[in-house]
């Protein structure tokens, strides 16, 4: 573990001092971090205008749901992007053979070796967004203290996702339409999961997970989750992320190496 760490401190200290050289990229991040949590909150607003509200949720309670999806956001652009959109050119460029040699594990190495401060306006916005609804509804530690655990499931939920898809680059070189295509599944939990139909809700439950990312947190947050759900949501991040390292494993042994 102490090695996995030292080499993760390697990894993360080169790569910011990379990313600093274009340090014009973190304000246009900031506005694009601007325009889409001003999107999301748009969006919101359009629903709740007219005194509609989605059952069960208040404007505000809303906005924990909002919060929460741009702070993933702002995590899958700072880790998970950088790291898992490379595999594709790591499997098209045959450098995925350097990877495999390496004295390291190969999923561990691919999942951070790099990591983008570009992210960190949505990480920030998503917290001050959190923070606010928090105080308008009156939480206290421990109701953020609860909620990371789903959160932190919800995070294994999201990497998992990610680097299957990447994985599948061994198969089919060219996913960027895909990964685009989950991105925008993904956009759903930007709203609390009772804003969509009975199909939808069911689809992005039990098919496409997207309710474990944001709701169940968010409700976990206002202490209204229930047991089930916190179990079901660890059960999920376990059997993913389990799954994901033996997915990994059976796609290496289609991969033909760029010597061979």
Not at 212 to 217: C, Q
Not at 247 to 255: E, P, S
Request: net charge positive; charged share 10%.
């Amino acid at each position: 573990m102490q090695r996995y760490l030292k080499v993760l401190g390697l990894f993360w200290s080169a790569a910011i001092a990379a990313e600093m050289e274009y340090r014009v990229n973190f304000i246009l991040a900031t506005l694009s971090s601007i325009g889409n949590l001003a999107g999301s909150l748009f969006g919101l607003f359009l629903f709740y205008r007219k005194g509609y509200t989605f059952s069960g949720w208040s404007w505000t309670e809303a906005l924990l749901v909002v919060g929460i999806f741009t702070l993933l956001q702002g995590f899958s652009a700072t880790f998970l992007a950088p790291n898992l959109n490379r595999i594709v050119r790591h499997v098209q460029e045959g450098t995925l053979d350097f990877v495999l040699l390496k004295p390291i594990k190969s999923q561990f190495w691919l999942s951070v070796h790099t990591l983008s401060p570009w992210g960190l306006p949505d990480l920030i916005f998503g917290g001050v967004t959190i923070a606010y609804a928090g105080i308008r509804l009156g939480l206290g530690i421990n109701n953020y203290l609860i909620s990371l655990i789903p959160l932190g499931f919800g995070v294994i939920v999201l990497y998992s996702l990610w680097f299957m898809l990447g994985a599948t680059s061994i198969w089919f070189v060219k996913i960027y339409n895909v990964t685009e295509v989950l991105r925008g599944l993904l956009e759903a939990g930007r709203y609390p999961m009772i804003a969509y139909p009975t199909a939808f809700r069911f689809f992005f439950t039990f098919v496409i997970p997207v309710a474990f990312l944001t709701t169940v947190p968010a409700e976990a947050m206002l202490g209204r989750s229930q047991t089930i759900w916190f179990v079901g949501a660890g059960l999920l991040a376990v059997i993913l992320f389990l799954f994901t390292s033996w997915f990994w494993r059976f796609a290496l042994r289609f991969y033909t190496s760029a010597s061979s």
